[in-house]
């Protein structure tokens, strides 16, 4: 057994709805709290079987907001982890908290729970901006949480901060940039505002308060820059983090690895399957309780749907992509890749170095449109060199199209009886 594991457990209860937010949260169900605690340990309890076969080495809480559910139901759902899987003494183990929203004494409780890393939820240095998100912090919560983590022995600390914000100009931006540097966070995530449908700021997504892209850019490209002088380094399109503290189970999604999760639209990714559970709270918790289906989503990933995603997911790494190691794993070549690459190093997007092609921060910047291309590429090459009748096996000729989707069978669920999602509803 030493197969590597990650764990999400996702918490998706907040104080409140935050004007950009599109998680999957809720804001007064508080009363659920206890009831889905008891079932996210009920369901790591059912899993032990499958955990068995892996050591677990991240763990992470996401939200929502960990922190608002509170330190003591944390702490009994990461005990239910260790006592029904092999979690390893030195695993990184995270909380996203949001400033305000934790006393030090709760922190100090994590802590000597095994807890060892924080994401705190910054967002912005100035605390009218905070409002009108929706936020319910001031900056000066923010240094506060800080500092409290501080003393209660977190010595790994990630903030968030988001950049594009209505009414956001670059002073605004390099304060908040300040903020972060300031905080000695060891670890910086910096987000693109994205204004998504169904949320409180759609309405103003053509608004002239919103930087544009251009806007945008210069935002990104100070935040590159500026970070790099402070020590920070960019390991992802939107991640910086001084020597050794890039978050150890985000780099799991990035670079292809495993990772199982639980809670109301939690994904999972293990063997060759990929699923997620049904994205509803209380339906969650009741068919959690009555041992019922609770996948949403399942399917199992074809060679070549790998393949798509080691270019897809590592190309928003600084780790990058290497025609070798690609060829190794998938037996595949990537030469209309590499001819597109070759141009992007022209543009000066991509770059080449010791055997591996990476994204430079303008690439960076482009990464959705260019990733498409590249996608494109690699089905365009492996449609007219493999041609069906050329294929020497009918499972390769099954994964000449990009994207074949094909049922999952497997025993993963837990004896759960596996169905599709329109069985569900
Ligand atoms: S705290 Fe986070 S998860 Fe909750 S509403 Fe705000 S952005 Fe969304």
């Known amino acids: 057994m030493d197969k590597r594991i990650g764990i999400y457990i996702h918490i998706p209860f907040c104080v409140s709805k935050c004007a950009y937010c599109n998680f999957y949260s ?6 659920l709290m206890q ?3 008891s079932a996210i340990i009920k369901h790591i309890e059912e899993y032990s079987a499958q955990l068995d076969g892996f050591i677990i080495d991240t763990v992470y809480f996401g939200g929502g907001t960990p922190s608002y559910f509170g330190a003591s139901r944390l702490v009994s759902i990461l005990n239910a982890l260790k006592k029904h899987g092999h979690v390893l003494l030195d695993s990184e183990v995270t909380a996203e908290i949001n400033p305000g929203g934790i006393t030090k004494e709760e ?6 729970a095994g807890f060892n890393r924080l994401s705190i939820g910054v967002q912005c240095a100035d605390d009218k901006m905070l409002k009108n998100l929706g936020r319910t912090h001031t900056i000066a919560e923010a240094e506060q949480t800080v500092s409290f983590a501080r ?3 977190f010595d790994n600390i990630s903030v968030d901060i988001i950049y594009g914000l209505p009414s956001q100009n670059k002073e605004a931006w390099s304060e908040t940039i300040a903020k972060a540097t300031a905080l000695k966070a060891e670890h910086i995530s910096c987000y693109g505002l994205k204004i998504e449908e169904g949320t409180q700021l759609y ?3 053509d608004s002239p ?3 544009d892209d251009d806007a945008q850019a210069d935002m990104y490209l100070y ?3 500026t970070l790099a002088r402070f020590g920070y380094r960019q390991y992802e399109i939107s991640n910086f983090a001084k020597k050794g503290y890039e978050s150890k189970h985000n780099l799991k999604y990035w670079l292809g690895q495993e990772y199982i999760g639980f809670g109301p639209g939690a994904h999972s990714y293990v063997g060759r399957c990929r699923y997620s559970f049904i994205e509803d709270l209380e339906k969650y918790i009741d068919r959690v309780s009555l041992g019922q289906v609770v996948v949403e989503y399942s399917e199992e990933m074809s060679d070549f749907e790998n393949a798509g995603e080691y270019l897809m997911l590592r190309l928003r790494t600084a780790h990058g992509i290497s025609e070798q190691e690609y060829y190794s794993i998938y037996r595949l070549k990537m030469d209309y890749v590499l001819e597109l690459l070759k141009k992007y190093e022209t543009h000066g997007w991509a770059q080449y170095k010791d055997g591996r092609w990476r994204f430079t921060p303008k690439g960076f910047m482009l990464s959705t449109t260019l990733i498409g291309e590249l996608l494109e590429a690699q089905t365009r090459q492996r449609t007219q060199i493999s041609k069906p009748w050329q294929a020497e096996s009918a499972e390769e000729e099954s994964q000449l199209t990009l994207f074949n989707k094909r049922p999952l069978q497997s025993g993963l669920f837990g ?3 596996l169905v599709g999602s329109q069985d569900l509803v």
């Open 26 to 31: 809720l804001a007064g169900n508080d009363k």
């Open 35 to 37: 009831v889905y605690s």
């Open 107 to 112: 922190l100090t409780k994590l802590k000597r």
């Open 151 to 153: 003393q209660a022995g």
């Open 203 to 205: 309405i103003f997504k």
């Open 209 to 211: 308060f919103l930087p």
């Open 223 to 225: 935040a590159v820059e």
């Open 415 to 417: 004896g759960r009886r």
